[in-house]
């Protein structure tokens, strides 16, 4: 648990669209996500996800309440991938992906 709160803590920005992620861990089972834009919003205004530990990946299950995907959130080389399943009518066999890097 230890080693993925190092991996995932943290706030994570995509520099091309200036959307960050800020990642904490409330416990051993999932991470809290606070997700906003940085160049029309605050942190406090972004959206909060809850992303579940599952296999050292982050998941968020399809809500179609709130018509969000289901996403993955994965470490590779040193980057964080955010990979989303389009759902609805527009679904296809690819999926959206985002990099971010860690904010220094």
Not at 50 to 69: R, S, T
Request: glycine share 4%; charged share 25%.
């Amino acid at each position: 648990m230890i080693q993925i709160q190092k991996q995932y803590g943290g706030i994570w920005i995509d520099k091309k669209t200036s959307r960050c992620l800020q990642i904490t861990f409330e416990n051993e089972s999932y991470a809290m996500i606070t997700d906003w834009t940085a160049k029309y919003q605050s942190r406090a205004s972004g959206d909060v996800y809850k992303a579940f530990i599952k296999n050292a990946i982050l998941v968020m299950p399809e809500d179609k309440q709130h018509h969000a995907p289901y996403s993955e959130i994965t470490i590779e080389k040193n980057k964080l991938v955010y990979r989303s399943k389009p759902n609805g009518i527009l679904k296809s066999s690819t999926w959206d992906k985002q990099i971010f890097t860690r904010k220094k």
